[in-house]
């Protein structure tokens, strides 16, 4: 069975520091991941995702995540933080059983960035 | 192009009623899954449909129940409501239900408070 877990439910950074938001997987097949951003009193909206290409991978917003096989890892980055940037950050894997797709996320990881 | 939109927006309900959400996919997609958040949690997966056929479902009583339309909208209903279904519930399309990294758009949900 898939799972992931997202180290850290909150993230504190100053506006210009680098952001690291931690995602490590379990899957027993080749994962396909994913990393979605959602601000206050909205949806899910898609970052950026793994599907077995490049393992380093560009997302929007200046977002890029590193698929690390050895680590089972998945780790958000950012080298420069924006006001923006503050939301809840989840990363999922794609489990495919019983013939469809279905995401599992991960808690969450909420960021907030000062001044 | 209008994005996967949800109906209502909020909802007040009280014990033992029954609630139904709506969802419309985005146009051409043919699969929709349902969501659940509860506060400071990740979004767990409720059902999936695809065609009008459910091909999935997550760990939830039967007071859940879903349906998909011809026109590939879908409904969730939820009877005799408990304090604890009280949570977003984000609805997502998919172009289809079985491609693995499938990207699935999320609608901005409904939020739903039992009292």
């Known amino acids: 069975a898939q799972s992931v877990t997202q180290l850290g439910s909150h993230v504190s950074v100053s506006e210009g520091a680098l952001v690291l938001l931690r995602c490590n997987y379990s899957?027993?097949?080749?994962?396909?991941l994913f990393w979605y951003v959602q601000y206050p009193n909205q949806g899910l909206q898609l970052l950026l995702k793994?599907?077995?290409?490049?393992?380093l991978v560009k997302g929007i917003n200046g977002f890029e995540a590193e698929f690390k096989k050895s680590e089972t890892s998945f780790h958000l980055t950012k080298p420069s933080a924006h006001m923006r940037d503050a939301a809840e950050y989840f990363c999922a894997v794609t489990s495919f059983s019983g013939g469809y797709n279905k995401l599992i996320f991960g808690a969450g990881t909420r960021l907030a960035v000062h001044p | 192009d209008a994005g996967v939109t949800q109906s209502p927006t909020h909802l007040i309900k009280t014990r033992g009623q029954h609630v139904t959400l709506r969802c419309s996919p985005i146009s051409g997609h043919k699969s929709v899954s349902w969501y659940q958040q509860v506060l400071g949690q990740g979004p767990q997966f409720i059902f999936q449909?695809?065609?009008?056929?459910?091909?999935g479902r997550g760990n939830f009583p039967d007071r859940f129940s879903a349906r998909q339309f011809p026109n590939y909208s879908s409904e969730l209903n939820v009877n005799a409501l408990l304090l604890g279904d009280s949570a977003l519930y984000l609805c997502a399309s998919s172009l289809e239900d079985r491609a693995v990294g499938n990207e699935q758009f999320f609608g901005p949900g409904t939020r739903l408070t039992v009292l």
């Open positions: 449909y695809y065609e009008k056929e459910e091909r």
């Open positions: 899957s027993s097949v080749p994962p396909y």
């Open positions: 793994y599907t077995s290409a490049a393992t």
